[in-house]
C-alpha cells in the first residue's frame, strides 16, 4: 500500500487500536472489558476457594489439579495479568483525565448515581492491589504466613485464618473488594450500552454482595471452627 493510500485512511489496524485507545471514551471501554475479564477471574477463584468446605481431599485435590495442569494455569495467568495491567493503566488514565476537567473541587457535592463507592474507586483499587501482593506472598509463594505445605493447602488456609490479625485483613480486604466491584460493574454495564431498569442498583449490588461475602465466608467459618 502506498503512502498516499494510507493518508486517505488505509492506515494500519494498529494505528486504529492506537487512535481507538487514546479517546476517553476507548479507554473506558477497555476499562469496562477488562473489569468484566477480571470479574470473571475472580468469580472462579471464589468458586475454587469454597470447595474448602467439602474438606481437606476436595481442596487439596483442587489445588493439585491446578497446579499439574501448567499449560492451562499459565494461559489463566497470562490473560489475567494482561487484563490486571490494562485494568489498571486505563483507570489511572481516566482517572487522571477527570481530575484535568475538574480541576476545581465542588463547593457542594451532589453525586447522586456514583456516591461513595465511585469516588474512592482509585483508592479501593489501590489498596486491593497491595493486599493481592501480600496474599499472594501467604498463599502462593509461601513467603509468609503460618502455613508452608505445598501439599497440604487446606492446612495452609486454617493456620493463616486461625490467626485473627490475617483474618481481619482479609475479611477488610473482601469489603473493599464488594465497594470496588459495586461501582465497577454499574460503570461496565453503563459504558457497554445496557440499558437500566428502574431497579438498575439490583446487579451492582447482588455482585458486591455475592462476590464479598462468598469470600468472608471462608475466615469467618474457620474463627467459629465450622472448618477445621
Known amino acids: 500500500m502506498t503512502v498516499a493510500g494510507l493518508a486517505r485512511g488505509g492506515e494500519p489496524s494498529m494505528g486504529r ?27 472462579a477463584h471464589m468458586a475454587g ?9 476436595t481442596y487439596n485435590g483442587y489445588a493439585a489439579f491446578l497446579k499439574g495442569a501448567v499449560e492451562l ?9 494482561v487484563a490486571f495491567l490494562l485494568h489498571i493503566l486505563a483507570a489511572a488514565q481516566v482517572t487522571v483525565a477527570n481530575w484535568r476537567a475538574r480541576p476545581v473541587g465542588y463547593v ?48 495452609n488456609v486454617i493456620l493463616a485464618f486461625r490467626v485473627p490479625a490475617i483474618a481481619a485483613v482479609y475479611i477488610l480486604a473482601m469489603v473493599v473488594l464488594g465497594f470496588h466491584l459495586y461501582h465497577g460493574v454499574w460503570s461496565m454495564l453503563q459504558t457497554l450500552g445496557f440499558e437500566w431498569s428502574g431497579h438498575r442498583r439490583i446487579v451492582p449490588v447482588l455482585t458486591a454482595l455475592t462476590v464479598a461475602g462468598g469470600f468472608i465466608l471462608i475466615p469467618v467459618a474457620v474463627m467459629t471452627r465450622v472448618i477445621r
Open 49 to 57: 476457594n469454597l470447595l474448602i468446605f467439602l474438606g481437606p481431599t
Open 108 to 155: 457542594v457535592r451532589r453525586d447522586v448515581a456514583t456516591g461513595y463507592a465511585a469516588r474512592t474507586m482509585i483508592w479501593s483499587g489501590t489498596l486491593i492491589v497491595v493486599y493481592l501482593v501480600y496474599h499472594l506472598m501467604m498463599f502462593t509463594f509461601l513467603s509468609t504466613g503460618p502455613g508452608y505445605s505445598e501439599t497440604d493447602v487446606y492446612r
Open 73 to 81: 494455569l499459565w494461559a489463566e495467568r497470562a490473560v489475567g495479568a
Open 17 to 43: 487500536v492506537a487512535e481507538f485507545y487514546w479517546n476517553l471514551a476507548g479507554k473506558k471501554t477497555v476499562l469496562a472489558v477488562t473489569g468484566l475479564v477480571l470479574y470473571g477471574w475472580i468469580v
